[in-house]
């Protein structure tokens, strides 16, 4: 079975600033890995996922994440936080020979604020 | 260009009351699912389906039930609801085609259903 860790319930950045939201999954095989972005009374879309290749993808809205295969990371990333990022972030797993009984596996969410 | 519409978006209930969150979309996906969301616990599957006439159990099925009425359609149903099922409800879809259950990515989501148990 997989997991996945976000550390952090409540990220808050400034305006302008860095934005890193941290995951890290646990998973026997090697794994798809997701970011899922929802805004306020809406459903989650996706941001971005790597499957297999460059393991540095990037997303809608500027943000990019890392596979990190020897910490088994996948830690989010923006350059400079805007108002309109705020939301919350979902990192998910799945692994990528199928999910089997457990499915895409998500973290229990971030809460990102922008102070301005 | 809908995608996944739920309906409704809101509901309260009482106690022992039933009701069924109805789905459906409109991407010729043929995999969709319920998940409920809680505060602090993230989604949680209920149940899936990965074509029509089948389903099966996901993460937290006690409590209730689903039909994939059509390839489009798939509803929840809360025979007698309880105060502990008192959440936000998502449904999603996607293309799955050898049934792997999501192995192929991106869900879609629709816009969930609010419901409260008294």
């Known amino acids: 079975a997989q997991s996945v860790t976000q550390l952090g319930s409540h990220v808050s950045v400034s305006e302008g600033a860095l934005v890193l939201l941290r995951c890290n999954y646990s998973s026997s095989v090697p794994p798809y890995l997701f970011w899922y972005v929802q805004y306020p009374n809406q459903g989650l879309q996706l941001l971005l996922k790597y499957t297999t290749g460059a393991t540095l993808v990037k997303g809608i809205n500027g943000f990019e994440a890392e596979f990190k295969k020897s910490e088994t990371s996948f830690h989010l990333t923006k350059p400079s936080a805007h108002m309109s990022d705020a939301a919350e972030y979902f990192c998910a797993v799945i692994p990528y020979s199928g999910g089997g009984a457990d499915g895409l596996t998500f973290g229990k969410g971030t809460h990102l604020i922008i102070q301005p | 260009n809908a995608g996944v519409t739920q309906t409704p978006k809101f509901q309260v209930l009482k106690t022992g009351q039933s009701m069924t969150l109805q789905c459906a979309q409109d991407?010729?996906?043929?995999?969709m699912y319920w998940y409920r969301q809680d505060p602090g616990m993230g989604l949680r599957l209920i149940y899936y389906s990965a074509s029509e006439g089948t389903t099966d159990k996901g993460e937290v099925p006690n409590g209730y039930n689903v039909s994939r009425l059509n390839k489009r359609e798939f509803s929840l149903r809360l025979e007698s609801a309880a105060p502990s099922q008192t959440s936000v409800y998502f449904c999603?879809?996607?293309?799955?085609?050898?049934?792997?259950?999501?192995?192929?990515?991106?869900?879609?989501f629709g816009e969930g259903s609010r419901l409260t148990v008294l």
């Open positions: 991407m010729n996906h043929n995999s």
């Open positions: 999603a879809s996607n293309f799955d085609p050898e049934g792997k259950r999501q192995n192929t990515g991106e869900l879609f």
